[in-house]
């Protein structure tokens, strides 16, 4: 790596690199809970006090998808206190903004806003813990970028190429292009690599003079097959990769020996988990790039709260413990307490020379038990040390190994045991566990439509990104798509046959691995959709009852409205009670009472189609003889659908004969009609504007019936 001799000239970029911070993490918790926003304070002053030309971040800005009111007024409040001045940006951009910023309403930098006082611009991917999701694809760092405190960019809307079009970035004789990438599922990315489906764009002119900067945030460490990206899988031109995702700081830049570029992983900016990687200290990087040399200067984070963490095994101390001993639980206690006060000592030692350090730290004492000892109560230690450190609970972590046969069992290396708990050293995903499950179920309770990565995708994004009905969507929409197969292939209308052919159309599927993706993105599409529609509809209805709640305000009570039109602004507010001399089949189904048709008055104009009730739970031969035509119904009646939209959880469909309709649709606008009148003469005060709503003329009544 080229070293910089003059750093603070004219042509010198100065850069500050974090990643990981993860604002919101413990947030409730009353000792924890501050320490990301005293961090990224501390941040953000380092790059005032260095007066650097921008901020870049790695991702995971936040640790929730959703942060809570207090994470977002946290960070705009440390945004706007250290960010915004008067100091002038030294750089300039080159590219084309419209497409660097091609998903913000604002595609242009935010120093260069007129309407904005910008002194540190901050440039950021988002991580997976704050990646867009929902119907609008939206995650919190795109309010920051409408709010013009931030710079959201590498983020990619298709999902089948990916062309990554860089900054360009010029200070004095020093340029810079700057590419991100912002989380996408590592196996989606993998493949997508492989495929050759990934291209990062150059610059026309002198392409040799640009320093190439690429920050993405993906696993680093093999954690599967294709869950990863290999560092082979990206660019020779590229000078230097900041990593994000890992958490362990490794911030010094490594050279990459096949491709010939420098890998900087600054890590995490908070402690997230008690694991070996968490326990290394952390840190912050001040990037100098001049021309095309650079350098990495660290910053140790002063705030951070100090993590210590030991592993023992019982077995390598014979001398002093017998698993034959009666005793022995509480000679292991012992032990145990000496080890957690020694590290107790130095953490204090390490925090009087740090005043900024919070005072309580994070300790962690992992013990493996494995060969005939027993745990002692983890909860009766803990309660010796609620009030020295920050984690009382997670102290003492007992595991127990496997025994592994080895060629020479007498060299037993103990120590390469405890480096992965099989609680701590793996990640266990959704996919892999859903895709486990079906391995090992029952023939009975085997997938014969859905497959196991379709249904493992699914399932993570019910449980990541809680979209409710992605499930069910990628359901109906597997449904619909084999039904329409069998329909194509004419398969003759038995069970056995119609199994073999959707067994065959299952197996075509898992091998077609980039359609079954294309599956799952419609079946999410679709339930991000239906979600939206269920937003309108929650909407509308609120908007309904609180005209029902201002209908009750406007007269002194219901004595002066007929009683039809008093027990139907009644049912509205409640349960529906059925009418009366309707049997219970018709009650149950419609529950229509005498008030309904004054209810349909005070409602809106909108009109709602039947929903298919049957079509829910349908087999899959019920759903190929469904295909079959079926004999037309008599088209001569002439039907009027009457539906409620109403609270209460079951479905309101009902259908009438027009002849009914328009019967009790004329007594009910006499009745509105008398109704409007007492309440009038009992000095009802209603304003002569017609644009304003009247629930009790007869013309909503008309509407509603069209």
Not at 59 to 74: M, Q, Y
Not at 129 to 142: F, I, S, V
Not at 401 to 407: N, V
Not at 606 to 634: C, G, H, Q, W
């Amino acid at each position: 790596m080229s070293t910089i001799n003059s750093q603070d000239d004219e042509d010198t970029f100065k850069i500050l690199i974090a990643t990981d911070i993860h604002l919101g993490y413990l947030e409730k918790d009353p000792v924890r809970g501050n320490d990301t926003f005293v961090t990224f304070n501390e941040i953000l002053d380092h790059a005032q006090k260095n007066e650097v030309d921008f901020v870049l971040l790695g991702g995971d800005l936040f640790h929730d998808n959703k942060p809570s009111r207090k994470t977002v007024h946290s960070c705009l409040e440390s945004l706007r206190k250290y960010c915004m001045g008067d100091r002038p940006v030294q750089f300039e951009i080159l590219s084309d903004q419209a497409v660097n910023f091609h998903c913000s309403k604002f595609p242009w930098v935010n120093y260069q806003d007129g309407n904005l006082n910008i002194s540190i611009p901050i440039f950021s991917i988002h991580g997976n813990h704050d990646d867009p999701t929902g119907a609008d694809t939206l995650c919190a760092l795109d309010i920051l970028s409408c709010a013009g405190l931030l710079n959201h960019f590498g983020r990619s809307t298709s999902m089948e190429k990916i062309d990554i079009s860089p900054i360009l970035l010029r200070k004095g004789r020093t340029k810079i292009a700057l590419y991100g990438l912002g989380a996408i599922p590592d196996e989606r990315l993998y493949r997508m690599f492989v495929n050759k489906q990934v291209t990062m764009l150059r610059p026309k002119e002198d392409e040799d003079s640009w320093f190439n900067l690429f920050v993405i945030h993906q696993n680093r460490s093999k954690h599967g097959a294709t869950n990863y990206i290999p560092e082979q899988f990206l660019d020779d031109f590229i000078n230097l990769v900041v990593w994000g995702h890992e958490h362990e700081c490794k911030i010094a830049p490594s050279q990459n020996e096949q491709q010939r570029f420098y890998v900087s992983q600054p890590g995490s900016s908070v402690v997230t988990s008690l694991s070996p990687g968490e326990a290394v200290k952390k840190h912050i990087g001040l990037l100098h790039v001049k021309g095309k040399k650079m350098k990495m200067q660290k910053i140790a984070l002063e705030t951070v709260r100090t993590f210590h963490m030991e592993d023992i095994v019982l077995a390598d101390y014979p001398d002093l413990f017998n698993p034959d001993n009666p005793k022995v639980t509480q000679a292991i206690q012992a032990f145990c307490m000496e080890k957690v006060e020694s590290m107790l000592d130095n953490a204090e030692r390490e925090r009087l020379g740090n005043p900024r350090q919070p005072e309580k730290p994070l300790i962690r004492l992992r013990v493996d038990y494995a060969g005939g000892f027993e745990p002692f109560s983890v909860h009766r230690f803990s309660q010796k040390y609620m009030d020295r450190v920050a984690n009382p609970k997670d102290i003492i972590h007992f595991f127990r190994h496997r025994e592994q046969k080895q060629k020479n069992d007498s060299d037993l290396n103990f120590g390469k045991l405890v480096g992965r708990p099989a609680s701590e050293g793996m990640t266990l995903r959704v996919e892999d566990l859903v895709k486990q499950y079906f391995q090992t179920a029952e023939k009975k309770v085997q997938l014969s439509l859905l497959t196991e990565r379709g249904m493992g995708e699914a399932v993570q994004e019910f449980v990541d990104k809680e979209e409710k009905d992605a499930i069910e969507e990628l359901v109906k929409f597997q449904l619909e798509k084999t039904q329409r197969f069998l329909k194509e292939r004419r398969t003759d209308a038995e069970e056995e046959k119609i199994d073999e052919e959707v067994r065959k159309f299952r197996e075509s599927r898992k091998k077609n691995t980039e359609e079954e993706d294309e599956e799952v993105r419609e079946a999410m599409t679709r339930a991000r959709a239906h979600r939206s529609e269920d937003a309108v509809l929650v909407a509308a209805s609120s908007d309904e009852e609180l005209m029902d709640t201002g209908m009750k305000g406007t007269g002194d009570s219901d004595d002066g409205l007929p009683a039809t039109l008093s027990r139907g602004r009644r049912w509205a507010r409640g349960r529906a009670r059925g009418g009366r001399g309707q049997n219970s089949t018709a009650r149950g189904s419609s529950r229509r009472g005498r008030g309904s048709t004054s209810q349909e008055s005070a409602t809106s104009s909108r009109t709602y189609k039947p929903v298919p009730v049957a079509a829910k739970n349908m087999s899959i031969l019920d759903a190929f003889r469904s295909l079959k035509p079926e004999p037309s119904l008599n088209s001569s009646k002439s039907y009027s659908e009457d539906i409620l939209d109403d609270d209460s959880d079951l479905e309101d469909i009902s259908i009438v004969p027009s002849s009914k309709v328009n019967q009790r649709l004329s007594t009910t606008s006499s009745l509105s009609k008398r109704g409007s009148q007492s309440q009038i003469s009992r000095g009802a005060d209603f304003e002569s504007d017609e644009d304003e709503f009247d629930p009790f003329k007869s013309t909503a009544t008309s509407r509603r019936t069209k």
